[in-house]
């Protein structure tokens, strides 16, 4: 592919938090479309993994708006839950994508598991993977990943998704207790920013 700067681009995500961040990172040479701007629908994720589910959105994005397309596929593994939610992370906020009802199920299946966990550190990461697709071509895919443990309850009440219950290794807050600017500078899709950008 030629290195020809990228000058439209549409950010494949029905998500506000997602959107928001990734807007954020992006750099400011580049217009920025939403799928709201095409109203256009979330495809069906039926990938096994971060960067299958990344593609098919990134895929399908850009062949309805006919513009190159960024997608974000990203969730939080937990170990003792043998890395559930996962893939799976935004279908257990239920049909409405209801995260409060998402964290309330993580505590419940982690009581299920050892009902001692709050005394522990319960490991946890948050994966995040991000495409580019051209139509059907594919530019680049790659993955980031932040380390961190499971808070005994939900703090704070910025960001989105498992933000509240997931602090990051090193640090003694949860996402939903940092400011954007500092959670953008440290996250899964920071990381997974830095290997992308070259191809923006």
């Known amino acids: 592919m030629s290195q020809k700067k990228i000058k439209n681009l549409l950010i494949g995500t029905n998500n506000e938090g997602k959107l928001k961040e990734i807007r954020s990172l992006l750099p400011k040479h580049i217009n920025i479309y939403s799928t709201s701007n095409f109203k256009l629908h979330s495809p069906k994720e039926d990938g096994k993994t971060f960067k299958e589910n990344s593609l098919i959105k990134s895929r399908y994005f850009s062949l309805k708006s006919n513009l190159i397309c960024l997608a974000d596929d990203s969730g ?9 939610p996962g893939i799976f992370s935004a279908r257990w906020g239920g049909r409405k994508g209801d995260f409060s009802k998402a964290i309330k199920r993580v505590y419940r299946e982690l009581n299920k598991v050892d009902k001692n966990w709050k005394n ?7 994966i995040c993977a991000l495409s580019i697709s051209n139509l059907n071509k594919k530019i680049a895919c790659v993955q980031g990943k932040v380390e961190g443990h499971i808070s005994s309850m939900p703090k704070g009440q910025n960001g989105f998704g498992y933000d509240p219950i997931f602090i990051p290794l090193g640090k003694s807050k949860t996402f939903g207790e ?16 830095k290997k992308i950008r070259k191809f923006l």
């Open 76 to 84: 939080l593994e937990i170990d003792l839950l043998n890395k559930r």
């Open 178 to 193: 940092m400011s954007p600017s500092k959670k953008y500078t440290i996250d899964h899709r920071f990381n997974a920013f």
């Open 120 to 126: 522990k550190k319960v490991k946890a990461r948050f």
